[in-house]
Structure formats: structure tokens, C-alpha cells
């Protein structure tokens, strides 16, 4: 059955019943949606991806701007009438009906014909996954621009010391510049989250700048001297390395995760994986 009807109020032109499962909070307050657009700046030869396009609020002003945009939508409700106000807005939307994990951005990035854009609302309950899924693909990105719960973007550009630092600060901090832009009430969104969300942009360093050496074993440290906030290194990572490697890295055995800034941890890691600690 179709649940689609047309609502002049909505961007698009159509609104449907939101599906909790894949975390729909329409954006729908036109001044938010142009800050957002501004912050992106899309110009017209850059390959733009975005991610759950839904209904088009984003989407079909990006389209405006640009003429041409590729989208990765999980609901296949949306798909048709997401294509037709493409259509109607005679820009080409290159619509690819999948889950966004699924989707290799390397791939997509060679067949679009180089680094990507990635912008998106994101579902709020995937938002760590494809984060990470994102950072997996970094070479082929040029940036991205993610609509999050406010409290997540806190948690990713967090430095040590902030009660809210953790595994996300260090581990998208080591490999992205993170930067917070604007802050979004719920009341901009349909339904309405119970939370505030924020936009972040976050730049993939290049990979001469990349100071971890093997990955694996940075997360690997990182997860374990976060796993009990409270821990010091010495407890937390005992099984990992011992004081003198702490210390060698410049750190103490008697600090807690939450004080070790980034740059700490990428030469702890570099130096355990060095001694062959892994
Ligand atoms: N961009 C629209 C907006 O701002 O109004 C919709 C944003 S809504 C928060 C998230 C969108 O992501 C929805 O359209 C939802 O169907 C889609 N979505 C959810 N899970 C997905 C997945 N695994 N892959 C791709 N899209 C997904």
C-alpha cells in the first residue's frame, strides 16, 4: 500500500509515516537546511554522496545547487517518489537503493571518477557504524558532513581531560580533523528527536599525516585503556605493555585514559607494536 500523500509544508512534496527502525527524523525547517547547504558549499564537478536521503530535504537543494548528486537509500519506500522529485526538480539523482554498510565508497569513488563527498542525516542508530565504516574508505574521501545526536559530535571532538573523551575522540581524531558547525533543535525534524543533534564536519587527514602505524593494534590499546574509565594505564593495559613502555611514551603508569591526549596513544601503540607487543 502506498502511504505516501502530498503535504505542501514538506520539501518534497510527499511525507510518509517515519520508520523508527531506520532512525527517520525528517529535517524539514528550511533555514537549518540552508545553513547546512552552506556549510557543505557544493560545487558543481564534486562528487557528492549522500547518505538516507529520505525525503529529499537535504537532497533536493544540494541537487539545486549542483545538478547532480548520488544517494544511498535503505528504505525502499522512498526510493520512487524520492526519484520523481528528482526528476521534477531536473536535477539527475543517481539513486542506489541499498544499506549504506554495505556500500564499498573505494568503489563508488572509482566509478564516480575520484574522491568523494559524503553528506548525510544519518540514522542515529547507525551512526557509530558508519562512521566507522566511513574512516575504512578514508583515501577516497575528501570530507563529510554528518547531521548527529549533539551529544555524539561532543564525544568525537573532545579533548583529553573533557568528561566526554573516550574511544570516539581518540580513534576518529587520530585519522580525521573534527570540527563541530551547527547546532540542531528537535523541533527541526518530524517527528521530533528527544534530543539536540549537531553537524560535524570531519576531514580525513592524508596519509603522509597519519601517524599510526598498524591500526589493529592502535584500536586495540585504545579499547582496552578505555574499557574501565576509572583504570589507570598500569591496570588498564597490563596485559598490553608494561610501565616502562608507558613511560617511554612519554606517559605515566598512574594516568587514566581520559588524560592521555591522542598524540599519546598513537606513540604508545607505535612503540608496543615496535617491541613487538602485540
Ligand atoms: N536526509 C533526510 C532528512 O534529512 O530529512 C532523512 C534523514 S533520516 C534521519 C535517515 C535516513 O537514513 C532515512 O531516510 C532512512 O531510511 C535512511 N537509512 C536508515 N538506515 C539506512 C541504511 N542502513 N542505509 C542507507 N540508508 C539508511
Redesign the pocket.
Known amino acids: 500500500m502506498n502511504t505516501y500523500r502530498s503535504n505542501p509544508r514538506d520539501a518534497s512534496g510527499f511525507l510518509k509515516q517515519a520508520?523508527k527502525q531506520?532512525?527517520?527524523?525528517?529535517?524539514h525547517e528550511r533555514g537549518i537546511i540552508e545553513k547546512i547547504v552552506l556549510a557543505l558549499s557544493p560545487k558543481a564537478n564534486e562528487r557528492i554522496v549522500?547518505?538516507?536521503?529520505?525525503?529529499g530535504?537535504?537532497?533536493l537543494p544540494i541537487l539545486e545547487k549542483v545538478g547532480k548528486l548520488t544517494a544511498?537509500?535503505?528504505?525502499r519506500d522512498?526510493i520512487e517518489p524520492l526519484t520523481r522529485a528528482a526528476h521534477a526538480s531536473g536535477g539527475e539523482l543517481n539513486l542506489i537503493h541499498?544499506?549504506?554498510?554495505q556500500v564499498d565508497f573505494t568503489a563508488l569513488a572509482n566509478t564516480l571518477g575520484g574522491p568523494i563527498r559524503l553528506i548525510?542525516?544519518?540514522?542515529y542508530n547507525?551512526s557509530s557504524p558508519i562512521l566507522f565504516h566511513a574512516l575504512a574508505h578514508a583515501p577516497a574521501i575528501c570530507d563529510m558532513h554528518f547531521?548527529l545526536q549533539k551529544e555524539v559530535v561532543e564525544r568525537m571532538a573532545a579533548s583529553e581531560g573533557s568528561k566526554v573523551y573516550g574511544r570516539l575522540s581518540v580513534m576518529l581524531q587520530a585519522y580525521c580533523q573534527v570540527t563541530p558547525l551547527i547546532t540542531v533543535p528537535p523541533g527541526a525534524f518530524r517527528p521530533a528527536p528527544k534530543v539536540d543533534s549537531a553537524v560535524v564536519r570531519l576531514v580525513p587527514l592524508a596519509p603522509e599525516a597519519i601517524q599510526v602505524q598498524d591500526r589493529a593494534h592502535f584500536a586495540h590499546i585504545v579499547r582496552a585503556a578505555f574499557a574501565q574509565r576509572r583504570k589507570t594505564l598500569h591496570n588498564a593495559l597490563r596485559d598490553l605493555c608494561d610501565d616502562a613502555h608507558i613511560r617511554e611514551a612519554g606517559l605515566e603508569p598512574q594516568m587514566r585514559a581520559e588524560q592521555v591526549p591522542v598524540a599519546g596513544f598513537i606513540r604508545l601503540a607505535n612503540q608496543t607494536c615496535q617491541n613487538g607487543l602485540r
Not at 50 to 55: K, L, R, W
Not at 98 to 101: G, I, N, Q, Y
Open positions: 520508520k531506520l532512525g527517520q527524523n525528517f529535517l549522500e547518505i538516507g536521503p529520505g525525503q530535504a537535504l537532497t544511498i537509500e535503505f528504505d522512498l541499498r544499506d549504506v554498510l548525510g542525516n544519518l540514522p547507525l547531521m
